[in-house]
């Protein structure tokens, strides 16, 4: 009786896997005729292996794109993390104000200016980025990392050229060139250089008068006056496009006194020549008072310079100039008069030489 039940049971189960296997063939030979295959086909097997690959692959990509995204928004850290309900840039911006604020360690806020810059970057707002690269270099001066103060302020320069202004990129440069005339004034003679340039570009030379002077100031503290000349006559190309007579006419002199300063009569000579061309200039006081100066050197009268050196056209001029007139006449005044009489002489030969 026992075998009985037991070999009625075995039978059950035996036909129970049958029925099991049975019913799984007939799903993968529906799953594979929905598909147009043969299940036993070779090809069925591998075609699934390499659509799954692709899935994988897919699957993979998309992670990796989610966490791209992910990675440019934990660029803004410190305080400054985008999650995803705060992804409101204003609310971000509003946020990292705060911080900024609330900290009174100035490298702390440097390093949220550098972030804040990045922020509104991915924002495409170059304005507001260009502002806070404007501070971050202001506290890079006043951390001392003297090479970022250049780079941050082309930095904001480039930016607010981004958004079409010109005068705003000029002027970021300009404040640069101010931050590192002390530590590093050839970079800042650069930084004025482009200032300037930016300016001419855009037709708008009547802007950059202060920058010419600030520029040719700072070569002469480094005593490079044929560079300090060469800006104060830039200065008066300048003024003459912009017809600001005034200006033209001072930069022409201060040109003029700065040459005699380092004892380049025949270059001082030269430049008058050349500026008494203008009309504007001839007439002006500017012009008479150079044309003392020249004519007291020619005779050699040191009393003579030192009372053109106090005109009125001389107290007008910018105070590095006029610091530099005060000291005149330099060099030796009888080695430039016999100098002329030399040049005098020779020329006299010239007009009689008939041969």
Known sequence: MTNDVLIKNSATASSSTESGITRGDEMDSSRC??????????????????????????????????GGAAEKKRRCR???????????????????????????????LYKVECRLEECYLLFHRPW????????AGALAKE?????????FYHRASELYRECGRPQPASDALAKGASALEDKAPEEAIKMYDEACSVLEEDGKEQMAF??????????????????????FLR?????????????????????IIIYLYAHDFQQAQKCYNDCSEVQAFLNSDQN??????????????????????????????????????RKLPTGDLQAIKKELAADDGEDSLDENDLT
């Not at 292996?49 to 993979?60: E, H, I, K, N, P």
């Not at 005593?223 to 800006?231: I, S």
């Not at 008066?236 to 496009?241: R, S, Y």
């Open 128 to 135: 507001d980025a260009a502002k806070h690269m404007e501070s």
């Open 143 to 151: 951390l001392g990392r003297w090479n970022e103060v250049s780079d």
């Open 210 to 231: 202060d920058l010419y002077r600030a520029a040719a100031s700072l070569y002469v503290k480094l005593e490079k006056y044929a560079d300090a000349a060469a800006f």
């Open 33 to 66: 005729t929905n598909l147009g295959e043969d299940p036993d086909s070779p090809s069925s097997s591998s075609e699934g292996q390499l659509s799954s690959t692709v899935r994988l692959d897919t699957a993979q990509k998309t992670r990796e794109n989610l």
């Open 235 to 255: 200065l008066g190309a300048a003024a003459d496009k912009c017809n600001a007579i005034n200006s033209q006419c001072k930069g022409y002199l201060s040109a």
């Open 78 to 108: 410190g305080g400054l993390r985008m999650a995803s309900s705060s992804s409101d840039p204003e609310k971000l911006m509003a946020k990292a104000d705060k911080l900024k604020k609330a900290s009174n360690n100035k490298t702390e």
């Open 288 to 325: 008479r008072c150079a044309m003392k100066l020249l004519s007291a050197y020619e005779e050699g009268d040191a009393e003579e310079i030192k009372r053109a050196a106090q005109s009125s056209a001389v107290n007008h001029l910018d105070h590095v100039v006029i610091r530099l007139a």
